[in-house]
C-alpha cells in the first residue's frame, strides 16, 4: 500500500514568528513511519513546511490532530474523502476526546499508542474492512515504544531536529493538562533505545521533549549515569519537584543540563489549588530557583493566566517576580479547556465555555468566562505580560549574577 502521513497546518499565536511553525518534526508520524516502512510506500507531509499534494491517490491517509489544528485536519480529509480515499485521525486530541470529533469527519480514529493501533489499521484497510474506532488496548512497556524514523528528516526544514524522547505522558494529574485524562499514562523507554536515538539524530545537543524527564527519578538517575560518556548539552521539561533533589542536579549538570522547562503555572497558591497541581508549593518557588541558578542551570519558566484566583493584578506581580528572581526565558499561556480534561468538563458543568471553535484552543484566545477578570482583560494582559518580559530593559535586569 502507499499511505501519506500528513501533519496540518498550525495557527500562529500573537507573539510567534514563522521560525515557530518550523521549530521541530512531528516524532509522532515519523513513529508510524518506522512501524510501516519496511511493507508499505509512504510519504510524510508537513503542512508547516509545504502544501499538501492532492493528487498522487495514496490508498490510505493518516492525519496528527492536536486540538486546534481539528478544524484543519477536517478540511484535508474532506479533500482525499471526497477521492474515495480512506483517512484515518490520530494524535493527543483524538485519544484524549474523540467524542468531539464529528461522525461524518474521518473515516477512523485512532485512540492511543500508534505501536498498539497502526499495524490493526494498516490490515484492515489492506482487506478492505477499516473499522471505525482503533482504541490501544493494552499498557506499552518501555520496549514497546518504537523509535522515530529520523534518518528520512530534511534537517534544513527544521530549526532543530536534535528532538528525543525518553518517556511517554506524565506521573501527575493536572486538571488543565492532556495528561489528566484516564486515556494517558506514564512510561520510560529503554535507555539503551533512547541512547540509539541519540546516536541517530548526529548532534551533541539533545532536547529531551518528554512531558516530565524527571518524571521517575531512579529511572533518569540510571540514564544520565549511561549519557555520561556521550558528553551531551541538553534541555528538558521538569515538573519542580526535581529542584529539591540535590544529588539529582548535580548529575544533571555533570552530564550537560544547559536549561530547564518548568511549569510554574502561576505564583498564587490559590490558582495551583484549584487545577490540582500538587507538585507545585508556591512558598518553595524560590527555594527552587535558587538551587537550579546554582548549578549554572538556565530555566525556561512557563505561566498560565485566567487560573481561577487571579485577577488583573496578577500580571504585574508575575512580572516582578520573574524579574526579581532573573528567570531567563518565559512562555505564557491564557487557561484553556482541552477537551476531555478535568478542567473543561468541570467549566462545562459550569456554563463557562464560550466557544466550540477549536481552532481557538492555542491558549491564545479566551474560550471561556474567568472568574477574576473579563475575557478582555485576560487577553489584554497576556499580550501586555508578553511585552513587558521581552523588554530590553527587563531582558538586562534578569541576566543572571555571576556564580
Known amino acids: 500500500m502507499y499511505i501519506k502521513l500528513i501533519q496540518p497546518r498550525m495557527l500562529r499565536r500573537p507573539m510567534d514568528t514563522d521560525i515557530k511553525l518550523h521549530m521541530a518534526p512531528p516524532l509522532g508520524l515519523l513513529t508510524i513511519v518506522s512501524l510501516i516502512r519496511h511493507e508499505h510506500r509512504f510519504k510524510l507531509e508537513n503542512e508547516n513546511i ?49 467524542d468531539t470529533i464529528p461522525e461524518d469527519a474521518f473515516d477512523a480514529l485512532c485512540i492511543g499508542a ?40 530534511r534537517r534544513e526544514e527544521y530549526l532543530y531536529c536534535s528532538v528525543v524522547h525518553t518517556s511517554r ?15 494517558h499514562c506514564y512510561v520510560n523507554r529503554k535507555i539503551e533505545d533512547v541512547i540509539a536515538d541519540i546516536g541517530a539524530v548526529h548532534s551533541r545537543h539533545i532536547m529531551f521533549i518528554d512531558d516530565n524527564f524527571a518524571g521517575n527519578p531512579r529511572w533518569t538517575r540510571d540514564f ?25 542536579l548535580d548529575l544533571m549538570k555533570r552530564t550537560g543540563c544547559q536549561s530547564l522547562f518548568i511549569g510554574f503555572e502561576s505564583i498564587n497558591p490559590e490558582a495551583i ?18 538551587a537550579i541558578h546554582a548549578h549554572g542551570i538556565m530555566i525556561h519558566a512557563s505561566f498560565v493566566f485566567g487560573l481561577d484566583g487571579d485577577t488583573q493584578e496578577t500580571f504585574r506581580t508575575t512580572l516582578d517576580w520573574i524579574v526579581r528572581n532573573r528567570i531567563e526565558t518565559v512562555t505564557s499561556h491564557i487557561l484553556t479547556p482541552y477537551p476531555g480534561t478535568a478542567l473543561y468538563d468541570r467549566m462545562r458543568a459550569e456554563g463557562r465555555i464560550l466557544t466550540e471553535d477549536l481552532s481557538l484552543y492555542n491558549t491564545a484566545h479566551v474560550v471561556y468566562a474567568p472568574r477574576g477578570m473579563t475575557p478582555e482583560e485576560l487577553s489584554a494582559g497576556y499580550r501586555w505580560i508578553y511585552r513587558r518580559v521581552y523588554s530590553v530593559g527587563n531582558i538586562l535586569r534578569r541576566c543572571p549574577k555571576a556564580r
Request: net charge negative; hydrophobic share 40%; proline share 5%.
Open 50 to 98: 509545504g502544501e499538501i499534494d492532492y493528487t498522487d491517490r495514496p490508498d490510505l491517509v493518516g492525519i496528527s490532530v492536536t486540538v486546534d489544528t481539528l478544524p484543519r485536519a477536517m478540511q484535508i480529509a474532506a479533500r482525499f474523502r471526497a477521492q474515495g480515499i480512506p483517512v484515518v485521525a490520530g494524535g493527543i486530541h483524538i485519544t484524549t476526546a474523540p
Open 114 to 153: 500508534a505501536e498498539g493501533t497502526w499495524p490493526d489499521i494498516v490490515r484492515d484497510c489492506e482487506n478492505g474492512c477499516l473499522q471505525r474506532i482503533y482504541r490501544c488496548r493494552r499498557a506499552l512497556t518501555g520496549a514497546d515504544i518504537v523509535s522515530p524514523a529520523y534518518d528520512i528528516l
Open 169 to 183: 505522558g506524565c506521573p501527575f494529574r493536572c486538571d488543565f493538562c492532556y495528561n489528566s485524562a484516564a486515556s
Open 224 to 248: 544520565l549515569h549511561a549519557i555520561e560518556p556521550l558528553h551531551l548539552t541538553w534541555s528538558a521539561a521538569v515538573s519542580i519537584n526535581a529542584a529539591f533533589d540535590e544529588s539529582l
Open 273 to 290: 489549588g484549584n487545577v490540582h497541581k500538587v507538585q507545585n508549593q508556591t512558598q518553595r518557588y524560590e527555594e527552587a530557583i535558587r
